[in-house]
């Protein structure tokens, strides 16, 4: 059974900072990952998804690894800011089978301080 | 549409009620997904429609919860005979196709949901 894991539970730190969030699932058999941040009150908004053959995927300031066969992804975020405060959760998709559901990790509650 | 619509957006029932939570998805996406968000608790999987296929009810918890999507678009999750431990946000995504680079799920706001 696919269990993903995210460290640290929570973060805090000052405004301008580089900062890396890790995600490590135990079965490598996946299709994808996806990190998403969610915001108080409200849904996911995506943020990067990594096809099993990618190695990475990069957006503006973020930046996502992936190593599938050590079960491991990072969110790499470069400058942080006030407004990156939020809750990311990464999510991987089993290979094979009729299911398309994705499994979730339990998130990282990030705080940037001004 | 924009993006993904949840109605209502917050829902509180009293225990043995019964309740009906809606999802309009992305015009011209193909699959759509319920997750449950419970309290400690991470993400969680409930069922999954793709176009005309038959859905993926694995993750359904129990006999009380039902959905169903009609003419491809709509969905509509049912609990029946709500219990306190129901209480959670319900969150329905949606994604263009179901594999390849059009994976991306796409998530509304959520609806939150207290039974009490």
């Known amino acids: 059974k696919q269990e993903v894991t995210q460290i640290p539970a929570a973060l805090s730190v000052p405004e301008g900072e580089n900062l890396v969030l890790n995600c490590s699932f135990t079965?490598?058999?996946?299709?994808?990952l996806q990190w998403f941040r969610q915001d108080p009150g409200k849904g996911l908004t995506s943020l990067l998804l990594?096809?099993?053959?990618?190695r990475e995927q990069t957006s503006g300031r973020l930046n996502a690894s992936l190593d599938k066969s050590s079960g491991r992804s990072t969110l790499y975020i470069a400058a942080s800011q006030p407004g990156d405060s939020a809750t990311y959760l990464c999510?991987?998709?089993?290979?094979?089978?009729?299911?398309?559901?994705?499994?979730f990790g339990t998130g990282t509650l990030l705080a940037v301080q001004p | 549409g924009a993006g993904v619509s949840q109605s209502p957006s917050n829902k509180v029932t009293e225990k043995g009620k019964d309740v009906e939570l809606r999802c309009d998805p992305i015009?011209?996406?193909?699959?759509l997904y319920w997750y449950r968000q419970s309290l400690g608790q991470g993400l969680e999987f409930l069922i999954y429609?793709?176009?005309?296929?038959?859905?993926?009810k694995s993750g359904l918890p129990s006999d009380r919860f039902s959905a169903e999507r009609t003419g491809g678009s709509v969905s509509t999750l049912t609990i029946q005979r709500t219990q306190q431990e129901d209480s959670a946000v319900y969150l329905c995504?949606?994604?263009?196709?179901?594999?390849?680079?059009?994976?991306?799920?796409?998530f509304g706001p959520g609806t939150r949901l207290t039974v009490l």
């Open positions: 990594i096809q099993s053959s990618q």
């Open positions: 999510a991987a998709k089993p290979e094979g089978g009729a299911t398309n559901k994705l499994i």
């Open positions: 429609f793709q176009g005309n296929s038959a859905p993926d």
């Open positions: 079965d490598s058999a996946i299709y994808n």
């Open positions: 995504a949606s994604s263009l196709h179901s594999l390849g680079l059009m994976d991306t799920q796409y």
């Open positions: 015009s011209g996406h193909t699959a």
